[in-house]
């Protein structure tokens, strides 16, 4: 096996620097890097080495952004090698201009999902918005260059802050709430709007747990439950229930005094669930803001089955 | 239409007589007489075919898989036997159509069976140039490559499936389907623990056929009745059952009571598996049950001997099929992995524009 040892060094350097801190670009920069490096001769050397890179990456970051990038790295190989005709050289510099390019069409591709997407926001809206999420901090941006008025409802948590500095530096009425307030404020909210950390096979969401919460209320009031999600995040999986998110975190919890207090007496006892993700099935999501256009939830499979082209090497006609 | 599909007919049938008028347009069940002897004069069938027709007309052969396959091995033997002077294509052309048309007559075909059909007629275009031999080893060739593809389809389903069935989970199922059968059998072999509860009904009890197949491999299975399914839902975590088709809006015709459970599932939040493979999809839009069905011998049960009796006031129904609306349908197992309902279109358009 080649020398894989800067891998990892390599990986976290990219994501820190990154100006929204995504794994993925970490990902595609770091398999792009390995490209670069390979001695390989052949299309399997090259896979190869691609798929150790990888599996040393899942190692450290067992997470849902890198299993997604590396699959997305992995499947554009494969298909590149049957466009290219299966000729090597072309292959291996196609690769590495695609991975170069990635970070900056990533960014592009953000710009276009705000100028698409702003269009739903109108003057004088109200939005809930919900963790935090580099293409939502992009669409008010743009809205708000386009000279309409918002407001924004914030949930007090950790994950939130990155939008909450965003709104305030701006100067944006928002208002913080619990999200125990979610149903409380719901309709008077226009619209709710979430990123999402991953995009399933059926156009489901799994996102920051109480995503789903909001878009079950949002649906039994009757608001519009929007995501944002550049189309790099969609992946082959289909969780059937919560249990079934690859990966899940749980997190260790330290409880609040008064019920810590009441914990120390009877350790053995005190069970605490703390996961760090949910899933949101697709009939609870109106519209994806994607680069790639506004898509219904039923659309995200098509675009997978077009990028994977399954259908073509199995076909029975 | 049911004059022309009559007068396309091979074989002279007695129709059913207890139907009813709000059916009349679907398939009827024919009461069963001699094959051969109420076959037309002017075709003759082969009679590895007759054979097959007979299996179908008794349901010997039960689920559109089984008898997808067994039409292509009879059409192997018959194009292997195929003697013609006229002009190769129209020949080939015309002795697929007399077959299936058979078949069709013993019992109506499968929509697998149709796609089937229509892919076999496309390839025809391929041996207009060869000579007879030539165009037979092609055409058995490409049917052996199909077989093997359905089962290549069958074993990347039963893996798929299997992923999907968790230890602690307990899965339901309906009647019996091939596909959910390999699916829980690979899960089992896999290793996980898990627990299978079968639904079922009358005439057929065809769960009961399911159960005897998975009580001897060490799977706890519980068995109940359809009128029990709310009472046994609050256990079940996933639903499976299996599919005669899946049209364009993502509707899934499957045995008749299917509906019944997809939709007690779908009112608790319960996700509905349904393994279907691609090459049964269709390009139909089903909307309901009515309008394409088939209409079976009523009281059709195995235990049970004694006919209905007769009687001017009463009439019988048994419909072979019913239709899940997409929207209950959670997953669809194929070959090509985990798809919504929504995509299977995405197939269709694919197969449409191949031929």
């Known amino acids: ?317 | 239409m049911r004059k022309e599909a009559f007068n396309k007919q091979l074989l002279n049938l007695e129709p059913y007589e207890g139907g009813l008028e709000m059916f009349s347009h679907l398939p009827q069940f024919k009461v069963p007489v001699s094959y051969t002897g109420a076959m037309r004069a002017d075709r003759s069938v082969h009679p590895a075919v007759v054979r097959l027709g007979i299996k179908y007309a008794k349901k010997k052969i039960l689920g559109s898989n089984a008898r997808g396959i067994a039409m292509l091995t009879a059409f192997k033997i018959v194009f292997k036997e195929f003697e013609t002077t006229e002009e190769i294509a129209i020949a080939f052309d015309k002795e697929i159509e007399t077959v299936v048309q058979f078949l069709e007559d013993c019992r109506p075909i499968s929509f697998g069976m149709d796609n089937i059909k229509s892919s076999l007629k496309s390839e025809i275009a391929n041996i207009r140039s060869m000579d007879l031999e030539g165009a037979k080893e092609y055409l058995i060739n490409y049917i052996d490559s199909t077989i093997q593809k359905i089962e290549q389809a069958d074993a990347l389903i039963t893996q798929y499936g299997a992923e999907k069935i968790y230890d602690g989970d307990v899965i339901l199922t309906y009647a019996c389907s091939y596909v959910v059968e390999q699916i829980i059998v690979g899960a089992n072999a896999d290793g996980k623990k898990f627990r299978v509860v079968i639904v079922d009904s009358g005439p057929k009890y065809e769960g009961k056929t399911l159960l005897k197949k998975l009580l001897p491999l060490g799977i706890e299975c519980s068995y109940v009745f359809i009128g029990a399914i709310s009472y046994i839902l609050p256990e079940v975590t996933k639903v499976l059952i299996g599919a005669n088709t899946v049209a364009s809006n993502g509707a899934v015709v499957s045995r008749s009571g299917s509906a019944i459970v997809a939709m007690m599932a779908h009112a608790r939040h319960t996700p509905v598996m349904v393994a279907c493979e691609t090459y049964k999809f269709h390009e139909r839009v089903h909307l309901d049950s009515i309008c394409y069905n088939e209409v079976e011998e009523p009281n059709t049960s195995q235990d049970n001997d004694k006919p209905i009796p007769s009687n001017k006031n009463l009439k019988c129904l048994s419909l072979a099929y019913d239709v899940i609306p997409g929207d209950y349908v959670s997953v669809v197992v194929t070959e090509v992995g985990l798809i919504p309902p929504t995509s299977v279109p995405v197939f269709v358009l694919r197969d449409l524009e191949n031929n």
Do not use: C
């Open chain 1, 1 to 317: 096996m080649a020398d894989f040892s800067w891998v990892i060094e390599h990986f976290d350097q990219i994501v820190m620097d990154s100006q929204d801190n995504l794994e993925v670009f970490g990902v595609i920069d770091t398999l792009t890097e390995v490209l670069k490096r390979s001695k390989a001769e052949t299309m399997m050397g090259l896979m190869m080495d691609i798929k150790d890179a990888t599996n040393l990456l899942i190692e450290e970051h067992n997470t849902n952004s890198v299993h997604s990038g590396s699959q997305l790295f992995r499947q554009y190989a494969t298909r590149a090698w049957l466009d290219l005709e299966q000729n090597f050289q072309l292959l291996k510099s196609e690769l590495i201009r695609t991975g170069e390019q990635f970070r900056i069409n990533a960014l592009a591709s953000k710009q276009k999902i705000a100028h698409i997407s702003s269009r739903f926001l109108r003057d004088g809206m109200k939005i809930l918005t919900y963790g935090s999420s580099v293409e939502v901090i992009a669409i008010i941006e743009a809205a708000l260059e386009q000279g309409k008025r918002l407001s924004v409802y914030v949930t007090e948590t950790e994950s939130s802050s990155p939008v909450y500095k965003f709104l305030m530096e701006r100067n944006i009425p928002v208002t913080l709430m619990p999200i125990s307030a979610a149903a409380y404020v719901m309709k008077d909210v226009d619209l709710v709007l979430v990123g999402a950390e991953v995009v399933v096979e059926n156009g489901g969401i799994i996102n920051t747990i109480g995503t789903y919460q909001i878009a079950i209320i949002a649906k039994a009031i009757g608001i519009p439950f929007y995501v944002a999600s550049q189309s790099f995040k969609f992946t082959r999986i289909y969780p059937l229930n919560q249990k079934e998110i690859p990966d899940n975190i749980f997190e260790e919890h330290t409880p609040i005094p008064e019920l810590k207090a009441i914990i120390d007496e009877n350790p053995e006892n005190a069970k605490m669930l703390y996961p760090t993700l949910d899933f949101t099935p697709p009939n609870y999501i109106t519209l994806l803001f994607t680069e790639i256009g506004v898509l219904t939830p039923s659309a995200v499979s098509d675009e997978l089955l077009k990028q994977y082209r399954a259908f073509n090497e199995l076909a029975i006609n």
